[in-house]
T-cell receptor
């Protein structure tokens, strides 16, 4: 049973470009969570999704960031018009249901030049 | 808002010695998670505690949650170099999202 998959593992973008981060949850998991780890800072919650629904986006920046988890395919975290401050490690976690163990992917390290 | 405090921030232990990491929440938790992260890598799930007074062990790692479900400790017995890394506690207060402590960096000296 493969774990949580994230791709790409590393992503380099220039300021103003778009970044798309993908997350495939573990088999049988329908809940996905995105977290961000800024350099020298802790891990912060961004958004919680179930299939086709955003449950909690209280940690998402108000502008430029969006997330989706379609019926088919991976969850996508999209960052438009990236700025240097977006450089961070973005982690996805999945769980079978809410309140169950959250298993994390390896992360995508975004560098904005 | 919920906050999680971890202590100590960093720890250097001699191989073979025991170590303990503490995690304190400002609110009562539904669940308390422990993860290990190696520098530049993802989080490895260690244990999840949900019941007051619960204690779980896996190999040489033991985690406990107090009766009030606000404090947890992670104890490693007879530490080995493979135990080196950053240990993170994550608390679930409501809504399934996790709030994390600042992490504890563990270095095991051979």
């Amino acid at each position: 049973n493969a774990g949580v998959m994230q791709n790409p593992r590393h992503l380099v973008r220039r300021r103003g470009q778009e970044a798309r981060l993908r997350c495939s949850p573990m088999k049988g998991h329908s809940h996905v969570y995105w977290y961000r780890q800024l350099p020298e800072e802790g891990l912060k919650f961004m958004v919680y999704l179930q299939k086709e629904n955003i449950i909690d986006e209280s940690g998402m920046p108000k502008e430029r960031f969006s997330a989706e988890f379609p019926k088919e395919g991976p969850s996508i975290l999209r960052i438009q018009q990236v700025v240097r401050g977006d450089s961070a490690a973005y982690f996805c976690a999945s769980s079978r249901t809410g309140g169950n163990e959250q298993f994390f992917g390896p992360g995508t390290r975004l560098t904005v030049l | 808002s919920q906050e999680l405090e971890q202590s100590p921030q960093s720890l250097i232990v001699q191989e073979g010695k025991n170590l303990t990491i503490n995690c304190t929440s400002s609110k009562t938790l539904y669940g308390l998670y422990w993860y290990k992260q190696k520098y530049g890598e993802g989080l490895i799930f260690l244990m999840m505690l949900q019941k007051g007074g619960e204690e779980k062990s896996h190999e040489k790692i033991t985690a406990k949650l107090d009766e009030k479900k606000q404090q947890s400790s992670l104890h490693i017995t007879a530490s080995q170099p493979s135990h080196a890394g950053i240990y993170l506690c994550g608390g679930e207060a409501a809504g399934n999202k996790l709030t994390f402590g600042g992490g504890t960096r563990v270095l095991v000296k051979p």
